[in-house]
């Protein structure tokens, strides 16, 4: 006789991976209903299958308790990889971030030559160019700690904050933090500097589940800053309301968009200073939409970024901002019941720029949920099948 084939956890429904999950963390139904704030009853069916878990935000929600990500709950057997190198040339980056090499300036590069390449880097990022981007980072970390300390936008300051950008979108927070603590440590405790490194090492914070210490760095950061460097205020004033709202902050959340927009007057929605902070009004509305959607109101996300992307300022965006805003509001769309604006929003964020959605695993999470929210349109599904995944059953 032969033994049945042993079910791996992708043959798992959704509802049983999820009960041995919980099993395994010694909590009962009723503890992990309080932590994911359902009630017991709402456990019990979904364990059982009698009820989808289908809506973004709280899968994000009870992985987030679980301790897994969206894509190991959502887990099939046809589950992709990441694309081919990319784990390579990020442990490349690990291993520059762990050298610890005394500074030699006789083994700087020109400052100009070092300027230019920092400027290269950061326009891949803009442009979302992020396995080049892998490419470049290890011996621009090398190069930038040989150099000489410069202005407020020095090469050392920006290489740090861009690997920790970049690390964020390719799903290694803790490495990302370490390379925004990094740049704090460059800032050197100058107040525009450390305002700089705060952008990086507040986002790092927020993917790693920690609002409340992400807010409390954005806005210590914002208190030091001069009227000039009201753009920057902006950026950290919006990545703390994110903050707030991954906290469950709704009346922080909004008043700190509301602080940030007044931080608009004169700007436009590009990059300033050096090409590494882009604000405007277009970026406060697209943060109120995802601000929205964090806090649940999914109509109200939804019609904030229709609003906003409609703008002349959403066009002057770089390409990494607007595929990456179109990937973060699926959840939005789907939790709103609309699983087919979330796959033209996936479509759209894979024409604008392709590495984000091919190389974020963010990107692949999103694309799971609106599979399994089906039917499908033929262009989301040439997507699933380039990225790697298939239609469920």
């Known amino acids: 006789m032969i033994a049945p084939a042993r079910r791996t956890a992708g043959d798992l429904p959704v509802g049983r991976r999820v009960a041995q999950l919980r099993i395994r963390l010694g909590m009962t139904q009723e503890v992990f209903a309080g932590r994911i704030g359902r009630s017991k009853s709402w456990v019990d069916k979904v364990e059982r299958g009698l009820r989808r878990l289908d809506r973004l935000s709280v899968i994000e929600t009870v992985t987030q308790v679980l301790g897994v990500t969206p894509e190991v709950l959502l887990a099939n057997p046809t589950r992709p990889e990441p694309p081919a190198g990319l784990a390579a040339a990020v442990e490349r980056v690990r291993a520059a971030l762990a050298c610890y090499d005394s500074p030699d300036l006789r083994l700087a590069p020109p400052p100009d030559e070092l300027h230019r390449r920092v400027e290269h880097a950061w326009v891949a990022y803009r442009h979302a160019h992020h396995p080049q981007l892998l490419k470049i980072l290890p011996d621009l970390l090398r190069d930038a700690r040989h150099a000489a300390p410069g202005s407020v936008v020095d090469p050392l300051l920006r290489t740090y904050r861009l690997t920790a950008q970049v690390l964020i979108k390719l799903g290694e927070p803790h490495l990302a933090w370490l390379a925004a603590d990094r740049a704090m440590a460059t800032a050197a405790g100058d107040p525009r500097r450390t305002a700089i490194a705060a952008i990086p090492l507040t986002q790092a914070l927020r993917a790693l589940h920690r609002g409340h210490l992400a807010m409390a760095a954005a806005l210590t950061a914002v208190h030091h800053l001069k009227p000039a460097d009201s753009p920057l205020a902006g950026i950290l004033l919006v990545e703390a309301a994110l903050a707030a709202a991954a906290c469950g902050d709704a009346a922080t959340a909004r008043d700190l968009t509301a602080r940030a927009a007044t931080h608009t007057i004169g700007y436009a929605d590009q990059p300033h200073r050096g090409g590494t902070t882009t604000f405007g009004p277009t970026v406060v509305d697209l943060v109120r939409a995802l601000v929205a959607a964090d806090l649940g109101d999914s109509q109200l996300a939804v019609a904030t970024h229709l609003r906003a992307t409609g703008t002349d300022g959403w066009r002057r965006l770089p390409a990494e901002h607007r595929a ?70």
Do not use: N, S, W, Y
């Open 324 to 393: 990456a805003h179109l990937i973060d509001i699926t959840r939005a769309h789907l939790d709103a019941g609309d699983p087919a604006a979330a796959g033209r929003a996936l479509v759209t964020a894979d024409h604008i720029a392709i590495a984000e959605t091919r190389a974020r695993p963010a990107a692949r999470t999103a694309l799971i949920a609106v599979l399994r929210a089906g039917p499908t349109a033929a262009d989301v599904t040439q997507l699933a099948t380039a990225i790697g995944l298939t239609t469920p059953p």
